[in-house]
């Protein structure tokens, strides 16, 4: 089943969608017919093929795993995650893997599809740092009408773990370790690129740590609750105008709420996102007299992304939070 794929019959740009579709409609009409005719397809071309669930996790795949590893999003740029449905070719894709990295607790169709798949190397990133219950003002709103008092304290813990860079180093020594175990040939390599990133993670929150030490004020509002952990890490306050999933609307009650605490605590900016519509926030900052800006949560990368990779958007939510906390 999850065969190491050494055999490059055909040069398949992995990462072209089409030849993607192309190959996973080949699979899905071989039936279920698992292992052995993937390797004609020669797909990865001798490369482990890792599969991530969206893109904080395709980035580490790739950062660490280098040469050696041909990865693929589930999540395509620009879409936004937490609503994921998983196609049926993704579900082939799954099973063909020689290794998926997802986060479970993000995207309730992938835990799913990756809790069917046989693949042997499944790396939970939810597991390789901690998660928290941050409770986030408004609540924790998982899914269209779930009502499910039993699985309430799981779905309560705030999967956005990637944006504080110690958590996300957390998960990339783990990530480093688990390719180690999968590929033992390049394991010196997956041991080198690990460090490199750690390394790189580590001056990322020295940047944060120092940025956001002396500011006007420590509150920021944004209408996604994806900066818990990052609040958490720098000593800051995070009012989220809606809950955890990024299109929910609040209340008119919230939203009074909101507009008397901006007073209180010289708010001056209400962040939104690139994935998702901006309107409630930029009523909310129309009401309240206060500015709008982008803090990206990194679900994804696209055109109107603030940088081309982790750290680059990330050193621009800094500048962003600085400007919007008033840094001194
Ligand atoms: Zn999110």
């Given at each position: 089943m999850n065969v190491r794929r050494r055999l490059a019959a055909s040069r398949i740009n992995t990462a072209g969608t089409a030849a993607l579709a192309a190959t996973a409609l080949a699979i899905g009409t071989l039936s279920a017919c698992s292992s052995d005719s993937n390797a004609a397809e020669g797909e990865g071309g001798g490369k482990l093929d890792v599969v991530a669930?969206?893109?904080?996790?395709?980035?580490?795949?790739?950062?660490?795993?280098?040469?050696?590893?041909?990865?693929?999003?589930?999540?395509?740029?620009?879409?936004?995650?937490?609503?994921?449905?998983?196609?049926?070719?993704?579900?082939a894709k799954l099973q063909e893997a020689d290794a998926i990295l997802y986060l479970k607790g993000l995207q309730p169709s992938v835990d799913e599809a990756v809790g069917q798949s046989e693949v042997k190397t499944k790396v939970d990133a939810a597991t390789l740092t901690k998660l928290e219950d941050l409770g986030t003002e408004d609540g924790h709103e998982h899914g269209e009408g779930e009502e499910e008092p039993a699985g309430e304290e799981e779905s309560a813990l705030d999967p956005h773990v990637w944006l504080d860079p110690v958590k996300y180093a957390e998960i990339a020594e783990g990530v480093g370790k688990a390719l180690e175990k999968q590929d033992p040939d390049n394991a010196a390599d997956y041991k080198k690129n690990t460090a490199?990133?750690?390394?790189?993670?580590?001056?990322l929150d020295t940047a944060y740590e120092d940025g956001l030490k002396n500011t006007?004020?420590?509150?920021?509002?944004?209408?996604?609750?994806?900066?818990?952990?990052?609040?958490?890490?720098?000593?800051?306050?995070?009012?989220?105008?809606?809950?955890l999933e990024p299109d929910s609307e609040p209340s008119a009650a919230r939203v009074k709420e909101l507009q008397e605490e901006a007073k209180a605590d010289g708010v001056t900016t209400v962040f939104y996102e690139t994935l998702v519509s901006d309107q409630t926030a930029k009523t909310l900052a129309a009401d309240a007299g206060l500015k709008t800006d982008v803090l990206d949560p990194l679900e994804g990368i696209t055109d109107k992304s603030k940088g081309d990779d982790?750290?680059?958007?990330?050193q621009a939510n800094l500048t962003a939070l600085e400007k919007a906390l008033g840094t001194k």
């Open positions: 669930s969206f893109y904080p996790m395709q980035f580490l795949a790739e950062q660490i795993g280098g040469d050696h590893v041909s990865v693929t999003s589930l999540t395509e740029p620009g879409q936004e995650p937490h609503d994921l449905e998983i196609s049926a070719q993704q579900t490199d990133l750690v390394k790189k993670l580590d001056d006007k004020t420590k509150v920021f509002f944004t209408n996604h609750a994806a900066f818990g952990y990052l609040a958490q890490r720098y000593g800051l306050t995070m009012e989220a105008i809606a809950g982790y750290f680059q958007v990330m």
